[in-house]
């Protein structure tokens, strides 16, 4: 029976850390299903999904504490369910670009939990803005929202905080078959 397991890993960034990582997953008969790795400051972190059969997913779980130690990697992992899609919700893409500061995802994801709406992926990043070097702020947000909330509504909302905080904030629907990031 096929298991599944999530995994989190922080180390020094350094090369080869990926490729030894995997080489651990795959020694025990595992799948990567799902990952985000990125280098944030000077350390490269990471987020996976992995899958196998029950035996190799439980000896990887327990060999991955002494194994991220080898690696120089701080590792977490536990099992987890089979990922699954809401039917009922629609999927929409939030992006945001705005000089940078202080609590811009607070408030954004603030206004969503209001409106029932899940975060699935999320992505940002400050990097210095064309001619005048001014931090610029970036977002990107892959959501779940219900299909009983109202979009008119969220969009209104979206508006206001627009306004409120000198954000520029597009919300569209991502069609089946798009890319989406």
Not at 29 to 53: D, K, P, Y
Not at 65 to 81: C, M, Q
Not at 171 to 181: R, T, Y
Request: aromatic share 4%; proline share 6%.
């Amino acid at each position: 029976m096929k298991k599944y397991a999530i995994l989190t890993a922080v180390g020094a960034d350094r090369v080869g850390i990926v490729d030894e990582l995997t080489s651990v997953i795959l020694s025990r008969r595992c799948n990567i299903e799902e990952s985000r790795m990125a280098v944030l400051g000077g350390e490269f972190a990471i987020v996976l999904l992995f899958s196998g059969e029950a035996d190799g997913v439980r000896a990887l779980l327990e060999e991955l504490p002494v194994r991220g130690a080898d690696l120089a990697l701080n590792i977490s992992a536990k099992e987890t369910v089979a990922p699954k899609a809401d039917p009922q919700s629609r999927p929409y893409l939030l992006e945001s670009v705005s000089l940078d500061t202080p609590g811009i995802v607070h408030s954004v994801t603030s206004l969503l939990r209001r409106h029932g709406v899940n975060i699935e992926d999320l992505e940002t990043e400050t990097t210095p803005a064309p001619w005048t070097g001014a931090p610029l702020f970036r977002m990107r947000a892959r959501l779940s929202v219900p299909a009983a909330a109202s979009i008119a509504r969220l969009r209104e909302d979206l508006e206001d905080l627009e306004a409120q905080t000198n954000l520029d904030l597009k919300l569209s629907p991502i069609a089946p078959g798009q890319a989406e990031f």
